[in-house]
C-alpha cells in the first residue's frame, strides 16, 4: 500500500467516527428534551399552579397559611324575616363610674391609662396637699383640748357642788367639752375618708399623700387628669366602665315597634370591622321617642363573646322576627362563576403523597422544594343555589348531599378557585 492510499484509508475512518459521534450526540439531546417537558408539567400540576383542571384543587400548607385559608362549617342563620336597626353600644350608668378625689390636691402619681383593668379598692392615682398634714396635726392637737376641757369640767362641777362656783360656769364647761369632741368625731372621719387611719397617725407619723382609688372593677375608659394638675372633688381623675355589663341600644322606627317582643334574637356587627358577628336578645322596649328622630330606643343585652366590644361603638343589627333558620355561609365561602355559585370542600382521605413527583425535578432548572404527603389539602368545587343575603352571611342550598360535618372553605375560596381553573400563577 502507497502512501496516498494510507491517507485516504485514514480519512474515512476519521469521517464515519465523526458521523456516529453527532448520531449519538442528537439522540441525547432528544431524550434530555423530553424528559425536561415531562418533569416540567409534572411540576405544575403538583403546585397547585396554573389548569389544574377538574373539580379538585390541591394546596400545600405553605399556600393555605399564605392566604390565611379558614375552614368552617354550615351556620343556622335567622335570615329570611328580619328588621335592620342601627344602633351603639352602651354600658349603663349603674355599671360606670368617675373616680374623683374626695379633697384636692395636685396629681403626684398616675398609675392607668386609658384600657387598663383595675379592681375595686385600686389606686390609681395619689395627691398631696398641705391639708392633709394640717388636717392630721388637729387631730392631734384635739386630744389635749378634749383631756383640758374634761379636767375644766371636773373643776366646776366640784365648784357647783360645793355651792363655790357658778351653775353658769359648769354648763360652759360642758359646752366646751362637747365642742371638742364633736370637732374630734368629724376629723375621725374625715381620716377616714381621705384613707388614712386615725388610731395610726402621730407626730412622727404624718401622711402628705392620699391615695384615690376605684370604686368598681372595670376598664378605665377615659383618664383626664395628668401629673401636677390640680384636682377637686368636682374634677374626675378618670372613667371606669363595666364591658361585661355591655348593652345594645337599637334606633327602631315606629312602623315596625308592633313586630317586637322581648327576647327576640339579635345579629348585630361592628361598623369599623363588620368581619364578625355578635348576639343579643331583647330585654326591653323604650315608650317614648328618642330626641326629634322618631325612633324609640330598644334595648338588648349581649350574649357570649364580648372580646373587642368596647362602650360607645356604633353597630349594625338585624332584629330576628321569627325562629327560621336558613342553612347559611360567609359571603367568602361561596365563589360565582360561569353564572353558578360554588363552595369549596375538603375532600377526605385526598391529602395525596404527591411525594413521588418530585423527587427529581428540574435538573436544569435548579432544586424544587420537597413536599411531604401531609403539607397537601384537596378542596372539591360544589354547587350550590344561593338565596338571601344579611349581616355578611348568604343562605345556601346544596345542589348534591356533601357529608354531614363537612369543613367547608369559609375564608379564602376565591384563590382556591384562582387556583383550580389556573388564574392563579405559579413559580418555579
Not at 375538603?346 to 432544586?367: L, R
Amino acid at each position: 500500500m502507497n502512501n496516498t492510499d494510507f491517507v485516504f484509508n485514514s480519512r474515512k475512518q476519521v469521517d464515519w467516527w465523526l458521523i456516529m459521534l453527532m448520531a449519538v450526540l442528537l439522540s441525547a439531546c432528544d431524550s434530555h428534551g423530553t424528559r425536561d417537558a415531562h418533569e416540567h408539567g409534572a411540576t405544575h400540576s403538583h403546585h397547585g399552579g396554573a389548569g389544574q383542571g377538574g373539580t379538585i384543587a390541591r394546596l400545600t400548607k405553605a399556600q393555605r397559611q399564605s392566604i390565611d385559608l379558614t375552614l368552617g362549617t354550615f351556620e343556622q342563620m335567622e335570615l329570611a324575616a328580619i328588621i335592620k336597626a342601627n344602633g351603639r353600644l352602651k354600658v349603663p350608668n349603674s355599671n360606670k363610674a368617675s373616680i374623683t378625689a374626695l379633697y384636692g390636691g395636685v396629681i403626684k402619681t398616675l398609675r392607668v391609662d386609658v384600657g387598663t383593668s383595675v379592681k375595686q379598692g385600686a389606686v390609681i392615682a395619689t395627691i398631696v396637699h398641705p391639708q392633709f398634714v394640717q388636717l392630721q396635726e388637729e387631730y392631734l392637737a384635739i386630744s389635749s383640748k378634749i383631756a383640758f376641757a374634761e379636767q375644766e369640767q371636773e373643776r366646776q362641777r366640784a365648784l357647783n357642788t360645793g355651792n363655790v362656783g357658778a351653775l353658769k360656769n359648769l354648763q360652759q364647761a360642758d359646752a366646751e367639752l362637747n365642742v371638742q369632741r364633736t370637732r374630734r368625731a368629724s376629723l375621725f372621719q374625715q381620716l377616714r375618708l381621705m384613707g388614712i387611719d386615725p388610731d395610726a397617725v402621730t407626730y412622727n407619723n404624718l401622711q402628705t399623700e392620699l391615695a384615690v382609688t376605684s370604686p368598681v372593677s372595670g376598664i378605665v375608659s377615659q383618664v383626664y387628669a395628668q401629673l401636677g394638675s390640680y384636682v377637686d372633688a368636682s374634677s374626675p381623675v378618670a372613667e371606669v366602665v363595666q364591658n361585661n355589663q355591655l348593652h345594645l341600644d337599637l334606633h327602631v322606627f315606629e312602623k315596625d315597634l308592633p313586630f317586637l317582643r322581648v327576647g327576640q334574637r339579635v345579629h348585630f356587627r361592628l361598623t369599623n370591622n363588620p368581619s364578625k358577628t355578635y348576639d343579643a336578645r331583647i330585654f326591653g322596649v323604650g315608650a317614648s321617642f328618642e330626641d326629634e328622630s322618631k325612633t324609640v330606643p330598644v334595648h338588648c343585652a349581649v350574649d357570649g363573646d364580648k372580646a373587642g366590644l368596647i362602650d360607645g361603638m356604633n353597630i349594625t343589627a338585624a332584629i330576628s322576627l321569627a325562629e327560621i333558620s336558613s342553612t347559611a355561609l360567609p359571603d367568602d365561602a361561596i365563589v360565582d362563576a360561569e353564572g353558578k355559585a360554588y363552595i369549596f370542600v375538603v375532600v377526605d382521605g385526598q391529602a395525596h403523597d404527591h411525594s413521588h413527583s418530585h423527587g427529581h425535578i428540574g435538573h436544569d432548572h435548579g432544586e424544587e422544594p420537597s413536599y411531604h404527603a401531609e403539607d397537601w389539602m384537596s378542596f372539591e368545587k360544589v354547587e350550590v343555589v344561593k338565596g338571601i343575603s344579611e349581616m355578611g352571611y348568604t343562605a345556601v342550598t346544596l345542589v348534591n348531599p356533601i357529608p354531614d360535618q363537612a369543613q367547608i372553605v369559609t375564608k379564602g375560596a376565591f384563590f382556591v378557585n384562582a387556583v383550580l381553573t389556573g388564574t392563579a400563577g405559579h413559580s418555579h
